[in-house]
C-alpha cells in the first residue's frame, strides 16, 4: 500500500482567506463549509488541484469566487484549474451518506 503526502498548508490558507473553511477532507478532496465549492488535489504536480463548483450556486457568486480564487493561486504560486461542476445528495437507501457526483 502506497501513502500519498498531500501538503495541505498554502491550499488551506488559500480557502481561509477566501472567507471559508475545510469541512471536511476526505482522500484527495477538500469539501468546504458553505459546499459553494470543493478542491481535489493534483497528485501528478506539486501545488496543483483541481476546482468543482456546486452545481445550485448562483453564477454571479460563482463568477466572484473564480475570480477570487485566480488572484490568490497567483499570489501563493499555485495551479488551480476548473473542472466543472460537482452535485451532492442524500442516498436513496442511507440516511447517512451522501453521494457526490461529478459533473463534467
Given at each position: 500500500m502506497t501513502t500519498t503526502y498531500r501538503e495541505l498548508t498554502k491550499i488551506k490558507e488559500l480557502?481561509?482567506?477566501?472567507?471559508?473553511f475545510i469541512s471536511y477532507p476526505f482522500d484527495d478532496l477538500l469539501f468546504v463549509?458553505?459546499?459553494?465549492f470543493l478542491i481535489q488535489?493534483?497528485?501528478?504536480?506539486a501545488n496543483?488541484?483541481?476546482l468543482y463548483f456546486n452545481q445550485t450556486?448562483?453564477?454571479?457568486?460563482?463568477?466572484?469566487?473564480?475570480?477570487?480564487?485566480?488572484d490568490l493561486a497567483t499570489t501563493k504560486k499555485i495551479h488551480?484549474?476548473?473542472?466543472?461542476?460537482f452535485q451532492l445528495q442524500q442516498k436513496a437507501d442511507s440516511e447517512d451518506e451522501i453521494e457526490l457526483k461529478f459533473i463534467s
Open positions: 480557502i481561509e482567506e477566501l472567507g471559508f463549509d458553505s459546499n459553494a488535489f493534483n497528485d501528478e504536480k496543483a488541484f483541481f450556486l448562483h453564477t454571479d457568486a460563482m463568477e466572484n469566487i473564480r475570480g477570487r480564487i485566480e488551480i484549474a476548473e473542472k466543472g461542476l
